[in-house]
């Protein structure tokens, strides 16, 4: 399994771009990148995903290297309800064998 | 579409006792997962299921036991209440296929203290 590195708790202020990197060194060729979002006393929910290169929803975009061994979350111009533990996820399946891990996440407080 | 559904929402054990938390899906989706979560940390696989009558061990599997008798429901058994399950669980689907990754929905969550 591959596994994950983020920091712990990131700080910024509303309408800036916070870009969250995680490190995945062994990633294997088959995994794809996952990102979730949680706030308190609520499950996670599903951010974006990517294989390579940059992906875009209307949350956030997701940039990956060419070697894959890192993936950066971005924000943009986040607001107070961004704040929220943001989790970066490694693998191929989503269950069938693989079993992912969630990790502690990366904790971001958006202030005023 | 409720999505994921779970309950109770709160439970208090006593040490010793069981219960079964309850899972169910209306999007017909194949996986189904039980997580739990405790204080500052994330989520650890406890059971997954692949499908109706297929089900394997997570992380954390001991103390846990899951059926999967039908797509939709998915209960969680805590067979003897300990302490150290006080936590608060999570039920997880995702529509399946083997060779991709997807996107998992959670439920709200079973927030359990065993005194």
């Known amino acids: 399994l591959a596994k994950t590195t983020q920091p712990i708790s990131m700080d910024s202020y509303e309408g800036q771009e916070v870009n969250i990197t995680c490190s995945h060194n062994n990633i294997a060729t088959n995994d794809y990148i996952t990102w979730y979002q949680q706030f308190p006393s609520q499950g996670p929910r599903f951010i974006i995903q990517?294989?390579?290169t940059k992906v875009t929803n209307e949350v956030a975009s997701l940039f990956i290297p060419a070697d894959r061994k890192s993936s950066t979350l971005s924000l943009p111009r986040v607001s107070l309800s961004d704040t929220a533990v943001y989790y970066c996820l490694v693998g191929a399946y989503t269950g069938g064998g693989n079993k992912l891990t969630f990790g502690t996440g990366t904790q971001l407080k958006v202030e005023l | 579409n409720a999505g994921v559904t779970q309950t109770p929402k709160f439970q208090v054990l006593k040490t010793g006792q069981s219960m079964t938390l309850q899972c169910a899906q209306d999007?017909?989706?194949?996986?189904m997962s039980w997580y739990r979560q405790d204080p500052g940390m994330g989520l650890r696989l406890i059971h997954y299921s692949v499908g109706a009558g297929i089900t394997d061990q997570g992380e954390v599997p001991n103390g846990y036991n899951v059926s999967r008798s039908t797509t939709e429901d998915f209960p969680l058994r805590l067979l003897s209440a300990a302490p150290s399950q006080t936590s608060v669980y999570f039920c997880a689907s995702s529509y399946g296929g083997r060779e991709v990754y997807n996107e998992q929905f959670f439920g709200p969550g079973t927030r359990l203290t065993v005194l």
């Open positions: 990517g294989y390579k």
């Open positions: 999007m017909n989706h194949e996986y």
